[in-house]
């Protein structure tokens, strides 16, 4: 199992960085790989993906979730993976996006991807996009503010 931990300061409120988050159908827009996400009710999540250009899709159930804090999540079927991501005010106008995840890699190419720290990037690259998503905008695309304990 591959361990990520990647950090990145964006310039918008904690608030609107978790809104953000929560929008799981736009991950698309700045997950690199990720074709589409579709939420099937309020803790279920579907990814599909293209990994080392195969086709992959998985659920994941989201464990916990606290506004302006936290969403954690684990796979319940398909590609094993699970992690939390946090958000740390900084300042009323920036927040510490913090994203901590296991990933099991599936054969192979996978393995070797994952050893030469694809994966790593991958996340790393994600929370690039990301940033540069929510400041371009400034506000978030909807949000979910419930919570699963």
Known sequence: MSQINETIDVAVPARVAYDQWTQFEEYPEFMDGIDAVFQMDDRTIEWHAAIAGMPKTWRAKITEQVPDQRIAWTSIEGARNAGVVTFHRLDDEHTRVALQMEVEPDGAVESIGDALGLVQ??????????????????????????TVE
Do not use: P, V
């Not at 996009?129 to 506000?139: C, D, H, P, S």
């Open 121 to 146: 990037r991958r996340a790393a690259g994600d929370l690039e996009r990301f940033k540069a998503f929510i400041e371009e905008r400034g506000t978030a695309t909807g949000a979910w503010r419930g």
